[in-house]
């Protein structure tokens, strides 16, 4: 018996069957392949004898989602991988069209606050810097992802934050 | 003339891969190295290869690694010899080496009068001037006017660039080629500069157009000898900063290296500069070069040079603060080859640099013949915030330069880092780079050619691949794989190491 699966990287479609016996389907292609692992969430894959090391983001592994990050030959890949089920569920919610509402901007790394570049009720643009966090000796400026209103700003300048720390609230 | 002095135990007054360099030279010379570390770095690998460690109690570089006072404690509490600041930290900070002499302990570098001299940039420049060394023309007050700011222009000669005093990041940056710019120029660099730092104070100086970054290495003895070992081009840079090192420069001729060499000793020389120490110049496209600064310590970059020559600069400077004569004469300088430099760092280039932290999940690093690594991590470590991003350097050798570079593409393939970001990608796509490849690079390079969507070039396979690998990442394999034993007996060799030394 054979499972079907949507794998999408950079906005492209593909679909894989795994076979029984070590044969996998790509885009209609049927390929024998091996895989085996030394260490958790660690792979050597063998696709039609070409050999593939992957490495997964430790992430990837737990996350709930159907998302999945990974180093294949040291290239990223970010992938979502689907079954028919979830894809379905999927096709459902994106007909519900959103318009507006909040998103929660988080720290990327730990750092600490050096600058609040807005105010909250302003109006930003996509791009605008919104707040200034240095770490490693650098500054780096935290943008906002789309045109938007402040809702609200969670940190002061001076605020030392971790990986994840909330930031900033914005409208869209 | 110095008095000679044997060194019998070292303190390394760093971290990552520049303490374990140094701590190299000490073990092959049979001196002690005594390492130092704060709290983040107490597994750290420097800590694990030095013959002793001790405490700097904190985090922050300013309460450990840039502490003076606790790093003098230690120092003659433990009966150091010598200290070797590495690069960074408190490497150029002359009232350090002041407080070292002080304190009867030989400072591994120039004295913390030459320091002060040959570090400061204004005085730097004004001994270049003196002695008819070139340096970049412009002003060093901020402009007044608009009227001001033309004359000066017309003095030094355009094309000008106006820059933020308060600046650095390009802005408030502006290219005037003209006297009817001036004006609308001058205007506009002052508000982006108040609107980027609050100071709209802006000076100008000599627009060098294509500039390549190229410096000389100089090492002197406190017996009057001082020589250069060539130069290293570093024209590569991201924010202002090098990543891509390599000797000799593909533009730089017998000629040109002869006339640089030369301004370098002098400069040296008249600057009573001993020990190890880079003299960095701007060369333009016609091969005139301009003083830029001194770097008075051992550079990132210096296994590039050792790679060439064959020489061990680290136990050089051992050698030199020990008041030995330096073992070779300028003639005795003998270049061999092409080595080129990528330094790792724990950045995402995909993300204007953006430093990345967290985990070394994998980290393995490349060997092969004309490699060599230096490296201050392994698998495991988190890589802290605090100090430096830097990971590793890795250097290859070839008979000719297109030699070098295939070797390093290479064994860039070969380094495997997962958990983090890092340059390597970035470093692969400029190897790539066609004009690279030719030889054709100045500081600008990064910022005019790099684009993030080169950072990944997929064939058809590989796209197969990655699809397979998705889904058996997502499913067979989530619960099905069983996490490795990690516990590995542990080889008795070092301990071996550490009595034989204890009991010398």
């Known amino acids: 018996m054979s499972k079907r699966y949507i794998v999408s990287i950079n906005q492209q479609e593909y679909e894989v069957l795994l076979l029984a016996d070590n044969r996998v389907v790509v885009n209609g292609e049927e390929l024998p392949y091996h895989v085996a692992s030394r260490t958790h969430g660690e792979l050597s894959l063998l ?40 894809l379905l569920l999927k096709t459902l919610l994106r007909t519900q069209h959103r318009s507006s509402g909040t998103r929660q ?41 789309e045109p938007a209103t402040i809702e609200e700003i969670h940190v002061n300048s001076g605020t030392a934050v971790e990986k994840g720390s909330l930031l900033i609230t914005i409208r869209y | ?73 230690i120092a003659r509490s433990k009966k150091i010899d010598a200290i070797h600041p590495g690069y ?16 009867g302990i030989m400072f591994v570098g120039p004295s913390s009068k030459a320091i002060r001299l040959m570090g400061g940039k204004t005085s730097a420049r004004n001994l270049a001037q003196e002695i008819g060394v070139p340096t970049i023309s412009g002003t060093i007050e901020p402009l007044s006017s608009v009227s001001e700011g033309i004359a000066k222009a017309k003095e030094i000669g355009f094309p000008v660039l106006l820059k933020a005093a308060a600046g ?21 660099a002052q508000a982006e500069a108040k609107s980027a730092f609050g100071d709209d104070r ?64 002098r400069l040296a020389r008249k600057g009573g500069y001993t020990n190890a120490g880079t003299i960095e110049f701007l060369v333009d496209e016609k091969k005139q070069f301009y003083f830029l600064e001194m770097n008075t310590r051992l550079q990132v970059e210096h296994p590039v040079t050792e790679t060439i020559t064959g020489l061990d600069l680290v136990k050089l400077q051992l050698e030199v603060a020990m008041g030995r004569e330096l073992p070779i004469r300028q003639a005795d300088v003998r270049a061999t080859g092409h080595a080129i430099e990528c330094r790792i760092y724990a950045e995402d280039p995909a993300n204007n640099f953006f430093p990345s932290t967290g985990r070394l999940q994998t980290y ?63 470093c692969m796509t400029i190897l790539e780079h066609p004009a690279f490849v030719a030889g054709m690079c100045d500081t600008q390079f990064v910022e005019r050619e790099f684009r993030p969507s080169a950072l990944w ?37 070092k301990k071996k190491r550490n009595e034989t030394l204890r009991s010398s």
């Open chain 2, 364 to 426: 393995r690093i490349p060997q092969g013949p004309h490699v060599r690594v230096d490296n201050g991590f392994q698998t495991g470590d988190v890589i802290p915030i605090h100090y430096d991003p830097m990971l590793a350097k890795v250097i290859t050798w070839g008979k000719s330069r297109g030699e070098s570079i295939e070797t390093m593409k290479r064994v860039l393939d070969e380094f495997v880092v997962s958990g983090i970001r890092t340059t390597i990608p970035f």
């Open chain 2, 457 to 493: 070039q997929f064939s058809d396979n590989d796209r197969r691949a990655a699809c397979v690998a998705a889904v058996l990442l997502k499913t067979e394999l989530r619960q099905s794989v069983d996490l490795v034993n990690h516990n590995l007996p542990v080889s008795n060799w």
């Open chain 2, 1 to 73: 003339m110095k008095k000679l002095r044997d060194i019998k135990r070292l303190l390394i007054a760093n971290r990552g891969e520049i303490a374990i360099r140094v701590m190299r030279a000490c073990r092959e010379m049979g001196i002690q190295t005594v390492a130092v570390f704060s709290d983040v770095d107490r597994t750290a690998l420097h800590v694990m290869l030095a013959d002793e460690a001790y405490p700097l109690n904190g985090v922050t570089a300013a309460e450990t690694y840039l502490d003076q006072s606790k790093i003098l404690d």
């Open chain 1, 105 to 145: 901007l988080r720290a990327p790394m730990p750092g600490l606050v050096t600058k609040i570049e807005v105010q909250k009720g302003e109006v930003v643009q996509a791009g605008q810097g919104l707040i200034i966090l240095e770490a490693m000796k650098m500054e780096n400026e935290i943008r906002s992802p």
């Open chain 2, 168 to 188: 650095g990041g390009g802005k408030g940056m502006r290219i005037v080629s003209s006297e009817e710019e001036f004006g609308s120029a001058f205007r506009m």
């Open chain 2, 202 to 265: 802006v000076y100008l100086e000599k627009f060098v157009e294509h500039p390549r970054h190229i410096e000389i290495q100089i090492i002197g003895d406190h017996h009057g000898n001082v020589i250069h070992l060539g130069e290293r081009e570093c024209s590569i840079q991201r924010r202002h900063q090098k990543v891509i090192e390599e000797s000799p420069s593909p533009f730089v001729d017998n000629e040109l290296r002869e006339r640089l060499g030369e301004a370098a000793v």
């Open chain 2, 88 to 103: 960074g930290f408190l490497s150029e900070n002359a009232s350090f080496a002041e407080r070292v002499e002080h304190a």
């Open chain 1, 47 to 86: 696709l039609d004898g070409l050999s593939y090391e992957v490495h997964a983001a430790d992430t990837s592994l737990d996350s709930q989602t159907n998302d999945v990050t990974f180093l294949l030959n040291g290239m990223e890949i970010r992938a979502t991988v689907d079954d028919p089920s979830s």
